[in-house]
């Protein structure tokens, strides 16, 4: 119902923000990582949110960014996981390392959140890992924009196969991942050119 609330900070308290719209305080559910990120009080913010409906209750569950926003939107279509394991996740996990860790299969990073035990993480990475990709180079926090070419269908390979590679020499997979992602990976790079790169930020 509603994208995001613009408005003037008027409360903060344990899980929740006020916003002040033009006199009306709208009350957003909130994890502590958006929390922690709140200006001071009286300062205008810009919260994407969404909308919960159930029998007895409407809320809005706020996030600092529409990835955070857009990602949410993914994760709570996960059988067993429902709105607080969703903001959890994100809480604890920031969107890049939860790309991250769906793409290279880390039920080991994605299970350390509190709520989400091994079999909901090994069921969150089958279900999301063809619709989460890893997100572009040069620092860019949206959501892949890859278009479906061949040339970008044969770096996502080569970057899958530079990230398992750095797992089987020992390596976790988010680190790895992660790596991959910090060299900046090109159509002209081929899996080993990944490798070795990626490795330059991991020594």
Same mark, same amino acid.
């Given at each position: ?23 009306i ?47 949410? /939107? ?37 299970? /350390? ?5 091994? /079999? ?7 279900e ?30 080569n ?24 060299c ?7 899996a ?12």
């Amino acid at each position: 119902m509603f994208g995001y609330i613009r408005g003037i900070l008027a409360e903060l308290e344990q899980d929740t923000i006020t916003v002040d719209v033009h006199g009306i305080g709208i009350r957003i559910l909130s994890g502590p990582s958006l929390l922690a990120r709140m200006p001071a009080m009286g300062s205008e913010v810009k919260i994407y949110t969404y909308t919960y409906v159930k029998e007895d209750a409407f809320s809005l569950i706020g996030f600092g960014s529409k990835e955070e926003l857009e990602l949410f /939107k993914k994760l709570i279509t996960v059988s067993g996981i429902g709105p607080k394991a969703g903001v959890a996740l994100l809480s604890t996990l920031t969107p890049s390392e939860l790309r991250f860790a769906i793409y290279s299969a880390d039920v080991k990073t994605i299970s /350390k959140v509190p709520g989400i035990g091994k /079999k909901t993480a090994e069921r969150l990475i089958l279900e999301l890992k063809d619709k989460v990709e890893l997100s572009m180079p040069s620092g860019q926090e949206g959501l892949s924009v890859m278009t479906p070419d061949t040339s970008s269908d044969e770096l996502m390979r080569n970057q899958k196969d530079a990230v398992e590679a750095l797992v089987a020499l020992g390596y976790s997979a988010t680190q790895a991942a992660r790596a991959v992602r910090e060299c900046q990976p090109d159509e002209n790079m081929s899996a080993d050119d990944i490798l070795k790169q990626s490795l330059r930020f991991l020594l």
